[in-house]
């Protein structure tokens, strides 16, 4: 199975920002790393279609990704971005993530409208779970999950690979092996090795780390390595 490592920037970079950020990574990416792995970027809503331009005109082969979507297809919901606006900006959106559960009282209901909208519209979600209870049961299961423990999110104080196997292999044995497993928190270029040579884990997301493009680079070539 081919690695994922989606970076996630939250509410980090203007424009400008983001174009020399896609600049660095287009010289520094070498066609080797892009053989082992996907790489997607989830930057802020309003940054997708600037930096779709970018990507096409630098050439390289990132995925976009949304931070969020709106639970609801249209009407009078001020400030929500629906699913069918994101299609051909964004390839996939993170669901459920720790600080939206957390910040803005995302529930599993909400969470699990979200999911149905984005199959409907043809987007990938990935799901952000904190612990397996979260992960959903039965069939028709998002094909992407990430493990993200709250106490290792922007704390730097990862989780121990090993725990996190443990959950990664506990989201197969529910999910089917199919699903793809990615552990977020904490990750950096100096400790992804020690999850990515995990068995069950497929990949990773990476915030605080990814925003320094010379650090997500090497964070891409610690990962080829070990794939
Ligand atoms: P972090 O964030 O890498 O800064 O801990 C990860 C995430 O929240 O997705």
Known sequence: MKRIVVANWKLHKTVPEAKEWLETIARGI???ILEK???VVCPTTILLPEMRREISKLKIELSLGAQDVSRF???AYTGEVSAE???GWADCVLVGHSERRRLFGETGAVIQQKLEI?????LVPILCFESPDQLPVGSGHPPIVAYEPRAAIGTGQPDAPEDAQKVAHQAKEG???AV???YGGSVNSGNVGGFISQADIDGVLVGEASLDPEEFLRILEAVRRVS
């Open 180 to 182: 793809s497993v990615l």
């Open 37 to 39: 792995m996907g790489v």
């Open 85 to 87: 606006q994101l299609q």
């Open 175 to 177: 999910l089917g092996a």
């Open 30 to 32: 070498r066609p080797a």
């Open 73 to 75: 297809e249209r009407g």
């Open 118 to 122: 984005c199959l409907k519209n043809r």
